[in-house]
């Protein structure tokens, strides 16, 4: 190794590595082995494979063919078991010489990253389905009470006030009536106010979708031009729809990192976004040609939170999840059109 750059070799708190075309590591930094805990001979000694947790080893072999022919490995992650028996993730991005039969690697341990990022999704799973359960209980404690105060109300109102000749027994009978009619009066207000909650507590403004795609390939513009995406877009139909900006970025930023996160393998994402109102109807459709879905085996589930199809680390199964909720909050609804190796095809309805 060039002098000059051993001290980067050696003193990189990140994990640097050199590997062989026949899979085993030719140079390694003190970072990588402390991280490891095998010693630098034990390390070069035993094929890379055998130091990869088990679950990993096979999606890393295909991802490995690529290096041999010549093709970078990007934000790749698996998982490595130390000697300790620990289990650690590592973030890797790879170069292959092929002149040299030699890849050159960088990794970054992000097992904590990983542990935060599960918990999230574990709490964020939980506060949801907690959140849907208080708002039914709300629902149906509400609905459910104004049958027995319309018992009430009727029982009071089959009493002949004539047959009543004390004063105070009357008045009392009024009051009694009087609460409950404004109990009843409570209850209808309450459903209402959290019906209208329900559907319009998010803020409505003229959303240009040509505008949020703009900014939404800004953000990502790194990750479009390395993973070579085609846009095919066509507006022409509905340059704008009523909806709230932040949901309509969120859900094109969903769509459009599914697609790169999910293309195939050497065949550049080619995504096709347009909108259309006819009849009165106002659709959005994004559809791509990546890896697509078993819609008999998945299609049900496409939009649940936690569900993952493709075996991808980088995939935290929230995704869909938004999307939807984005969508139907605003009272629209979303469907699915997919097959494997077809691509997807997403079209949502806007609300009237």
């Known amino acids: 190794m060039n002098s000059q750059l051993a001290p980067f070799f050696d003193l990189s708190m990140d994990c640097l590595c050199i590997a062989n075309y026949e899979g085993y590591f030719v140079n390694i930094n003190p970072a990588l082995v402390e991280l490891l805990g095998y010693s630098e001979t034990e ?73 935060l990022e599960n918990e999230r999704i574990s709490h964020l799973s939980q506060l949801s389905q907690v ?32 047959k009543i000749e004390d004063d105070d027994t009357l008045e009392i009978l009024s009051f009694i009536r009087l609460s409950a009619e404004g109990l009843k009066t409570s209850l209808n207000t309450y459903i209402d106010a959290f019906k209208q909650n329900d559907d319009t507590s998010d803020k409505f403004e003229v959303v240009t979708f040509n505008t949020v795609l703009q900014k939404v390939q800004s953000t990502i513009s790194s990750l479009i031009r390395t993973a070579g995406v085609e846009f095919q877009v066509n507006f022409s139909g509905m340059e704008s729809i009523l909806f709230n900006a932040a949901y309509m970025e969120s859900i094109m930023l969903n769509f459009i990192t599914n697609s790169i996160k999910y293309a195939r393998p050497h065949v550049p994402p080619v995504i096709s976004i347009t909108s259309e109102e006819k009849d009165g109807k106002k659709t959005f459709t994004f559809s791509d040609n990546g890896l697509g879905f078993d819609m008999e085996k998945v299609g049900h589930l496409i939009f649940n939170l936690n569900q993952r199809f493709h075996g991808n680390e980088d995939s935290k199964g929230v995704g869909l999840y938004l999307v939807y909720n984005h969508v139907t909050s605003l009272g629209g609804t979303i469907s699915v059109d997919s097959a494997v190796n077809e691509g997807t095809t997403f079209t949502i309805t806007f609300k009237a």
């Not at 890379?48 to 947790?53: A, H, K, N």
């Not at 650690?88 to 890849?103: K, N, Y």
């Open 131 to 162: 959140n849907n359960e208080l708002k039914q209980l709300n629902y149906t404690t509400s609905h459910d009470l104004r049958s027995p105060v319309n018992n009430l109300i009727s029982m009071v109102d089959l009493i002949d006030m004539g």
């Open 43 to 115: 390390l070069k000694s035993r094929l890379i494979s055998e130091f990869i947790y088990e679950e990993d080893r096979e999606r890393t072999a295909k991802n490995r063919q690529n290096l041999l022919k010549d093709v970078a490995l990007v934000n790749f992650e698996n998982r490595y078991v130390c000697k300790s028996g620990e289990l650690v993730w590592l973030h890797w991005t790879s170069i292959p010489v092929a002149s040299e039969q030699l890849v050159y690697a960088i990794a970054k341990d992000v097992t904590h990253k990983k542990e």
